[in-house]
């Protein structure tokens, strides 16, 4: 009877290491997720000649686009459209040089404009897409 005792204890200890190891293995496979989905992505928008370009700007969710001012005249980037702004979402002024980025975190069409001039190329958008 002690044998039979001993036998059972000892197969109790085999099934909880092998529910830790089960465990370790989850783990640290949800960590190498998290360090894939944390790798830095930019992109640049130039506004020249009062064109915005690349336009559409294509990217994966997550990544944070920059736009940059390179005519002697300002600009603004003003989330909307000229009928609809949407100033809470994101709105900036830019000095000639001068350069303002967001971070698109979630996925879908983002238009954008110029309220400072009303030209077809001082529109422009961001397509966000989900992973
Ligand atoms: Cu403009």
Redesign the pocket.
């Given at each position: 009877m002690r044998s039979t005792s001993a036998r059972r204890r000892h197969s109790g200890t085999a099934v909880i290491a092998l529910l830790l190891v089960a465990g370790l293995a989850a783990c640290s496979a949800d960590s190498t997720d998290e360090r894939d989905a944390e790798l830095p992505s930019t992109e640049t928008v130039t506004?020249q000649t009062?064109i915005y370009s690349p336009d559409p700007l294509t990217v994966p969710v997550g990544t944070t686009v920059v736009f940059e001012n390179l005519d002697s005249?300002?600009?603004?980037v003003t989330a909307g459209t000229r009928e609809l702004a949407d100033t809470d979402l994101f709105d900036a002024d830019l000095e000639p040089g001068e350069t303002t980025e967001w971070t698109f975190d979630e996925p879908g069409t983002y238009d954008y404009f110029?309220v400072?001039?009303s030209g077809p190329g001082?529109t422009g958008q961001v397509i966000v897409e989900a992973d």
């Open positions: 506004i009062f005249t300002s600009h603004t110029c400072l001039h001082m």
